[in-house]
């Protein structure tokens, strides 16, 4: 809460869908610098060098421990809904299919993070002659296009929902929640 020049509590309403957008483009532009990562340093093959793991490495980390603040705000706002629409079970499966596709994208992003680490520091696909180097590229362009395509969804789906069940005072409750994290 901010204090006014009259000294009167003076609240800030954030809201949860707006919020949630904000952090979609955040991790919309982190994609796009682990992608300009990529072709800056793939060699004829397609496969990422070596030298630029270290980059790739930090640009990864958001997605293995900051990005759990956005996905646990989205559980919230999931959580409110499913308190507002009641057991419809097609509507209850799809939002809990949003919350297992925030797990594996996490799992996944730590394992593509181990897979650059290598061994000791050392490269674990040094010895497959470059396969493992073009399987870890496949591996993140498929963990962009699935944080693309949650992405898409959720604004098309689970946020639309949200801005039209939600009323003012059930996204003021949950923008609090949100704000706490």
């Known amino acids: 809460m901010m204090v006014s020049q009259g000294s009167r509590p003076t609240r800030i309403a954030v809201d949860p869908v707006a919020l949630l957008k904000r952090e979609h483009q955040v991790i919309l532009e982190r994609?796009?610098?682990?992608?300009?990562?990529?072709?800056?340093?793939?060699?004829?093959?397609?496969?990422?060098?070596?030298?630029?793991?270290?980059t790739l490495r930090e640009l990864l980390q958001f997605f293995t421990g900051p990005v759990g603040v956005h996905f646990t705000r989205e559980a919230m706002l999931v959580g409110g809904l499913r308190r507002v629409l009641?057991?419809?079970?097609?509507?209850?499966?799809?939002?809990?299919?949003?919350?297992?596709?925030?797990?594996?994208?996490?799992a996944d992003a730590t394992a593509v993070l181990k897979q650059l680490a290598g061994k000791d520091g050392h490269d674990a696909a040094a010895s497959t002659g470059g396969g493992g180097l073009r399987s870890l590229t496949e591996e993140l362009y498929a963990l962009?296009?699935?944080?693309?395509?949650?992405?898409a969804c959720e604004e098309r789906l689970?946020?639309?929902?949200?801005e039209m069940r939600l009323t003012a005072e059930q996204?003021?409750?949950i923008s609090r929640r949100m704000l706490q994290v």
Do not use: P, W
């Open 144 to 151: 962009i296009r699935r944080y693309q395509e949650l992405i």
């Open 31 to 54: 994609l796009a610098m682990v992608e300009t990562a990529m072709s800056s340093c793939t060699v004829g093959s397609g496969a990422v060098k070596r030298t630029n793991r270290d």
């Open 158 to 162: 689970l946020f639309a929902l949200a």
């Open 171 to 173: 996204r003021r409750r």
């Open 86 to 106: 009641g057991r419809k079970q097609e509507e209850q499966e799809q939002f809990q299919s949003f919350l297992d596709e925030h797990r594996a994208l996490k």
